[in-house]
């Protein structure tokens, strides 16, 4: 999607079809109900945004705390340090409002792609973090190592991980695949499901709640299991995985 908006207040109030893009989760309880558009007023933010990785800085994130932008975008640099996804499909990040995400990804299948952070939820990195232990001892999400920084990153890193295969899929097309990407997904399922189980003996109580929508969403939340410091059999062959497919 990129863009840059006019003004800090300006918003899209349309739907996504409206504005061409498309979710890479695919999880039918996002509703987005807008999309910010204007530059972020903050000098430090649009910097460190521009330095994780993002495309023109940071726009309509204005609503989130400085802290808690900087936090989120020193945690994605350090991810694009290792996988470089930033760098292989141009990326812009927006504030965004609806109900049922956090944050979320979409591209507009013109080569780009878009993280969305919910301006209310992802507001505070602190309460982020407090509200990922929850989401830790109900098995919504994978299991990681427990520290501050890593609750207050899980968000971020799945959403990269959407990131990361949506980069994988587009290296895939300019190499000759000609598959859809829900095809291109499915068979990283297999490859990644099946190595945890005949490698490192998985079974179905490792994998979270929320991984088991679809094979987008397993991808993405095996991603934040192999990269938040307590990696289990998922995790551990999404590591394979990453390795024997690397970006860069």
């Given at each position: 999607?990129?863009?840059?908006?006019?003004?800090?207040?300006?918003?899209?109030?349309?739907?996504?079809k409206?504005?061409?893009?498309?979710?890479?989760?695919?999880?039918?309880?996002?509703?987005?109900?807008?999309?910010?558009?204007?530059q972020?007023?903050?000098?430090?933010?649009?910097?460190?945004?521009?330095?994780?990785?993002?495309?023109?800085?940071?726009?309509?994130?204005?609503?989130?705390?400085?802290?808690?932008?900087?936090?989120?975008?020193?945690h994605l640099?350090?991810?694009?340090?290792?996988?470089?996804?930033?760098?292989?499909?141009?990326?812009?990040?927006?504030g965004?409002?609806?109900?049922?995400?956090?944050?979320?990804?979409?591209?507009?299948?013109?080569?780009?792609?878009t993280?969305?952070?919910?301006?209310g939820?992802?507001?505070?990195?602190?309460?982020r973090?407090?509200?990922?232990?929850?989401a830790?001892?109900?098995h919504?999400?994978?299991?990681?190592?427990?520290?501050?920084?890593?609750?207050?990153?899980?968000?971020?890193?799945?959403?990269?991980?959407?990131?990361?295969?949506?980069?994988?899929?587009?290296?895939?097309?300019?190499?000759?695949?000609?598959?859809?990407?829900?095809?291109?997904?499915?068979?990283a399922f297999?490859?990644?499901?099946?190595?945890?189980v005949?490698?490192?003996g998985?079974?179905g109580?490792d994998?979270?709640?929320?991984?088991?929508n679809n094979?987008?969403?397993?991808?993405a939340?095996?991603?934040?299991n192999?990269?938040?410091?307590?990696?289990?059999?998922?995790?551990?062959?999404?590591?394979?995985?990453?390795?024997?497919?690397?970006l860069?």
């Amino acid at each position: 999607m990129g863009g840059r908006g006019s003004s800090s207040s300006s918003a899209r109030n349309n739907t996504l079809k409206d504005a061409g893009i498309s979710l890479l989760g695919g999880n039918p309880a996002v509703i987005i109900t807008s999309i910010l558009d204007g530059q972020d007023k903050r000098k430090d933010v649009n910097d460190i945004s521009s330095l994780a990785g993002f495309v023109g800085g940071s726009y309509g994130t204005d609503a989130i705390d400085t802290q808690s932008m900087s936090t989120y975008m020193l945690h994605l640099h350090r991810l694009e340090k290792e996988y470089g996804a930033l760098g292989a499909v141009p990326t812009s990040i927006h504030g965004a409002t609806g109900r049922g995400f956090l944050a979320a990804v979409s591209e507009d299948g013109k080569g780009n792609a878009t993280l969305l952070l919910h301006v209310g939820h992802m507001k505070n990195a602190a309460k982020r973090a407090k509200g990922e232990i929850t989401a830790q001892q109900t098995h919504h999400h994978m299991p990681i190592d427990g520290r501050l920084t890593s609750r207050a990153g899980y968000t971020i890193t799945h959403e990269y991980g959407h990131l990361v295969q949506h980069a994988l899929y587009q290296r895939a097309l300019k190499n000759g695949y000609n598959g859809t990407e829900e095809a291109f997904r499915q068979r990283a399922f297999v490859s990644i499901a099946s190595s945890a189980v005949r490698k490192y003996g998985a079974t179905g109580k490792d994998l979270s709640n929320y991984g088991r929508n679809n094979a987008a969403e397993f991808f993405a939340e095996s991603f934040a299991n192999a990269n938040l410091g307590a990696p289990n059999a998922f995790g551990r062959a999404m590591q394979d995985y990453l390795k024997s497919n690397p970006l860069r």
